[in-house]
């Protein structure tokens, strides 16, 4: 098998490597090779392969997926991935994510998660477990969440404190390159676009300058006063509210309801709520964008989301994807690393 990758490398949901023509590369040697040179960065970088080269991995879930347990000795926790790839975690280094599944750090920082199977093995070889611990040999070990939960998020001076003082690194100082190049491909017709978390107003004003009617909504009073100062238009309403809080006078009125850097913002067991207010603001015949993304983080904000979280997420809502890609066209420092979404909701 020719092994011809694109910029990055790309892992499927069961940790195996991914060729350019969408097949899995079953080469186990070399998969395992691959899985042990993967080093892992923080930020929205994530994985990298052949850091010398700039490459970098497009995993589906965590960058590293157990599918069985070897041994547990002492603190240790020795596990096998795909390609048959071993590596072993300190017992101490196990969390739990919003989907109930275990995760954490190997011994050389880079993240995984287990298989369903390899979590059932797991609980197999414990002593016993709560929700909050685990028990091996007489030694118990906390299971914190995940994601660590931030309490500032959730209050608006928070964000207007962050505005104030211009502390704003996930500001690009303009509409994001990937929703330029994909409305330019999609073509829409004059629609009416809710932008939640609009921030500083780049994005909405884009839509605005082709001649959209946006509604712009965030919780901070002064990112919207500096966003409208910065964009005076007539085709833009400026709304305050918290996204988290249902706005009836949305119910059904919008052609396209827009995500980006709301998503990531929020506790990540909080943004489960903020679908639902998506799918029951969008017209019957209304879509649903979004740019996303997606990462191994646990501190935020941003908060990191996987492309396998993100999917479980919109499929409880019955969402439809038309278009569901990684994209090359943004910042050098978030290339690979946005998602683009684009589909509908069904009733």
Known sequence: MSLVFKPSYQIDTEGYFINEEGLRVIDIAWGAQK????EFSKGYRGSILNLNNKHFVQSMDHSLVVHSIDKIIKNKIYLSGAYGYKF?????????????????????MRPFVLTRKAQNQFFDMLDSFTDESIEVDGQTYAIEPWY???PAVEDQKFWDEKYKAKETPWDLGEP????VKSLAKLKMPVSRVLCLGVGAGHDANYFASLGHHVTAVDVSEVALKQAQEQYPSERIHWVQADALVYQSQFEKSFD???EHTLFCALNPEERQSLIPFWKRYIDEQGYFMGVFFTMSKREGPPFGCTEWELQTYLAKHKFKSLIWKRSF??????????????????N
Do not use: M, T, W
């Open 35 to 38: 899985l042990d040179e993967i």
């Open 88 to 108: 072993q975690a300190d017992l101490g280094c196990i969390y739990l994510d919003p989907l109930d599944r275990f995760c954490g750090y190997d011994s050389r």
């Open 148 to 150: 660590l939960h931030n």
């Open 176 to 179: 994001n390159p990937v929703l």
């Open 256 to 258: 396209i309801v827009f």
């Open 329 to 346: 066209d943004s910042v050098e420092s978030r290339r690979g690393h946005e998602l683009f979404v684009y589909g509908s909701f069904k």
